[in-house]
């Protein structure tokens, strides 16, 4: 069911009838692509729940995956203030780029010095190709080489850790202790083919009841 606290009539569509569409994983939040949408196209995704644009270089409507099979299952559709923009949020099925790449958007052409890039999907990606594409002097590859009980058991070691630095009240001790439990978790993760978006899926389904009652305020 799609629920929206404004009327889609206020859109504001550009004078060849488009509106901008950021399209954005649900679960990552990585923007993946924008596309553009007129009226139909719009009414065709809130219908079947599915993207649906407008082709600027063909002219025609592009329902996103008919041909790749890759498609985008709309989650939320939100307009900005001006409502003349759009950000859609999605549960793909596959990369959103046509190169093949999980986003568009993956030419660098900036980076400031003082921050240092940082996502779970790219240490994940990391993690696993240390098990697919084995490293000598790897961590990682030396978890995967001993197994599942050397991984269990550093898992266990690093939440020992955690609790201990806790119950201590050391805020700094216990980020540090987090952040390597988090790591041992994912490689445990990785060793049982288990993927941050089924983890964000099972928590998704777990935040359901909270979004039932947001739609009960909106009533």
């Not at 206020?10 to 007129?38: C, H, R, W």
């Not at 644009?53 to 307009?79: C, D, H, M, P």
């Not at 052409?109 to 999907?121: I, R």
């Not at 099972?202 to 009652?213: Q, S």
Request: glycine fraction near 6%; charged fraction near 30%; charge should be negative.
């Amino acid at each position: 069911m799609i629920t929206a606290d404004f009327d889609i009539s206020e859109l504001k569509f550009d004078d060849k009838g488009l509106i901008p569409a950021i399209v954005q994983d649900y679960f990552s939040k990585q923007v993946l692509t924008l596309a553009y949408m007129n009226k139909e196209s719009l009414d065709i995704t809130l219908k079947e729940g599915k993207t649906c644009f407008w082709s600027r270089s063909r002219q025609e409507l592009w329902r996103k995956g008919e041909t790749s099979g890759n498609y985008q299952k709309v989650v939320t559709i939100k307009a900005d203030c001006d409502k003349d923009a759009l950000v859609i949020e999605v549960i793909k099925d596959g990369p959103a780029c046509h190169t093949g790449a999980e986003s568009c958007f993956f030419n660098d052409l900036y980076q400031a010095d003082d921050v240092t890039p940082f996502s779970y999907e790219a240490l994940y990606d990391m993690i696993k190709g240390r098990k697919t594409d084995p490293k000598e002097g790897s961590y990682t590859t030396y978890l995967f080489d001993k197994g599942i009980e050397k991984i269990m058991k550093k898992v266990g070691e690093e939440s020992t850790e955690v609790i201990i630095a806790a119950t201590k009240g050391d805020k700094e001790e216990t980020i540090y202790e987090v952040a390597d439990l988090a790591y041992h978790v994912m490689v445990m993760m990785a060793e049982q083919g288990i993927e941050l978006k089924d983890i964000m899926a099972e928590l998704a389904k777990r935040h359901v009841i909270d979004h039932k009652v947001k739609q009960e305020r909106m009533k």
